[in-house]
């Protein structure tokens, strides 16, 4: 397991799960990430490769979870099947109570739309549009009224500090504000999930340092965040922090930092 910083303290995370997964009698709100038993095989001719297998894992709302592995672990096919860009090969996997295992792409698509803001390595941002037309992309396929995709869009902006940049290009951007034009998309439909796959990756480290501040703000609004690095003090931002091993979690815990020494 990689080290975390002085000042840690972890405890084992035990999630709460009733025993038929449904839920339990009293009133208590679905999980927003419900995986049970679930695997991931790639086939390409003769060749299979598992890249999850069996993977147990419960996120209630609200948590900030880190996701943590080596090279070639499956952090990314379980990214992918978190946000609905894939479904897995064998078990379920309910997303903020429904099941969305078996979707066919337009629904995924509808779903992702609805309910996860997506934050990725290379920001993934179109470069002949600018800030503001970047981000309200979201909005123009939920079908949003043009002046409310714009002043959401100008807002979500606002929100991240790049009021005075909103007409620029990304490629006129520095990286750590186009990672801020990532998240401010990631945002702008109000998510409950936000997913982000290294986004810190490419960035320098007061940016990333700004970055994790403005994951953090989203988390305190009571957003649920997972987020995926190699980096164990980004890592340490969150409450929580996952590490799987091939295909499989190994490690799985709760993490409060200490203000004593
Ligand atoms: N489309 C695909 N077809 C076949 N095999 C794949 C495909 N995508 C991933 N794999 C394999 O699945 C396994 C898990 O890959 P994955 O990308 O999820 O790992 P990762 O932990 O995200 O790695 P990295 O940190 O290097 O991005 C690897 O063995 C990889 O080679």
């Known amino acids: 397991m990689a080290e975390l910083p002085l000042h840690t303290e972890i405890l084992q995370h035990r999630p709460a799960r009733s025993e038929d997964g449904v839920g339990e009698a009293t009133s208590r709100p679905a999980p927003i990430l419900d995986l049970v038993e679930v695997g991931k095989t790639y086939r390409s001719g003769s060749l299979a490769v598992d890249a999850l297998r069996g993977v147990d894992l419960t996120v209630e709302e609200g948590e900030y979870v880190a996701v943590m592995g080596p090279s070639g672990s499956g952090k990314s096919t379980l990214m992918h099947i978190l946000g609905c860009l894939d479904v897995p090969s064998s078990g379920r996997y309910r997303l903020a109570g429904e099941d969305v295992s078996d979707m066919e792409e337009r ?61 620029h290009r990304p490629g006129e951007l520095s990286g750590g504000q186009q990672q801020r034009v990532s998240v401010a998309r990631a945002l702008v439909t109000d998510p409950s999930l936000i997913l982000a796959d290294e986004p810190t990756g490419n960035l320098d480290s ?29 890592a340490a931002q969150a409450e929580r922090v996952i590490h799987i091993l091939d295909g499989q979690v190994v490690d799985d815990q709760l993490v409060t930092t200490g203000t004593s020494s």
């Open 206 to 234: 007061v940016s990333t340092t700004d970055v994790l501040g403005l994951f953090r703000e989203l988390h305190e609004q009571g957003r649920t965040v997972v987020l995926i690095t190699h980096e164990p003090d980004v």
């Open 107 to 167: 629904q995924l698509a509808d779903i992702r739309n609805r309910r996860i803001g997506f934050v990725f390595q290379q920001f993934n941002l179109l470069p002949a549009m600018s800030a503001w037309r970047n981000v309200e992309l979201p909005l123009v396929y939920a079908g949003v009224p043009r002046a409310e995709r714009r002043a959401r869009a100008l807002e979500a902006l606002g929100r991240v500090g790049l009021s005075e940049r909103v007409a």
